[in-house]
């Protein structure tokens, strides 16, 4: 109970150790072995968190959440068959779980089944419409598809959803952040849209939001790097519509 606190609370190195020192006495605990692998992956060591997350599946072959966990870490390390594999073993046995076939449309359009990856997230989409980050995920398929319209319809209605979902408790950073990146996503379609107006409105909006969670903790590397890129987007477009005095200036705050 403590390390998950610790974790949900965002203190991962106190997690992580307690989780180490608890693993010492019980080696075989497969839940502490899959939060410590959740810990390995928030950190970005995959490759840890991969290794995990198969002892996990060594002791407990049906421990669908580890594997569920699993096929996410082969995901992000770019390992899509295999993630593929372990995500259709999974729905092999929940043919109708959202979040399992939401994780397959992300696979498939990683590996270009574009068509396939738009109709699983359509039929998602109809069990969770308020769900943000599936309609931030349908309209990266529909914009490398090249669907821009629809993509760009996506992107809107998963800002709005991350705007409710943030409004919510303004306090959250990472809800704020997920309003960021919708704004980012959306005006990034409006761009290549060719509507300068509609980008520049919502990567100013990125980049706002960057700014305020910089100015919440200056020390967070990530937010740091986000602020850089909304700066850097945002003088792109004031280069290409010839201000160049306005766009230097938003190079020199990156």
């Known amino acids: ?20 020192e608890y693993l010492k006495q019980h080696p075989t605990d497969v839940a502490a072995i899959r939060m410590l692998a959740e810990v390995a992956a928030r950190l970005g060591r995959f490759v ?9 599946l060594e002791l407990a072959p049906g421990f669908h959440a580890a594997r569920h966990n699993l096929a996410t870490v082969l995901h992000r390390q ?13 729905l092999a046995i929940e ?18 089944d574009y068509p396939e990856a738009i109709e699983i997230f359509a039929q998602v989409l109809q069990q969770f419409p308020r769900q943000a980050r599936i309609w931030m995920s349908y309209g990266h398929a529909l914009k490398t598809a090249g669907r821009q319209q629809e993509a760009i319809e996506a992107y809107r209605e998963s ?8 409004e ?7 809800w704020q952040l997920g309003v960021a990146m919708a704004h980012f996503y959306l005006g990034d379609a409006l761009r290549v849209q060719a509507d300068p107006a509609g980008a520049m409105r919502e990567l100013s909006a990125y980049r706002d939001i960057a700014r305020r969670l910089v100015e919440r903790d200056p020390s967070n590397e990530k937010w740091r790097l986000e602020l850089a890129y ?17 766009a230097r200036r938003e190079l020199e705050l990156a």
């Open 95 to 112: 043919p109708h779980n959202g979040g399992y076939q939401n994780l397959k449309a992300a696979i498939l359009t990683r590996i270009g």
């Open 78 to 90: 770019n390992k899509a068959q295999a993630a593929l594999g372990e995500v259709e073993a999974l």
């Open 159 to 166: 800002l709005s959803f991350a705007q409710q979902v943030a």
């Open 230 to 246: 909304g700066h850097g987007n945002v003088a792109a477009i004031l280069e290409a519509e010839g201000d160049l005095v306005g």
């Open 1 to 20: 109970l403590a390390p998950a606190v610790a974790l949900c609370e965002g203190r991962i190195a106190v997690a992580e150790a307690m989780l180490r």
């Open 48 to 56: 840890d968190a991969e290794h995990l997350l198969q002892r996990c």
């Open 168 to 174: 919510r408790d303004p306090a959250n950073s990472e």
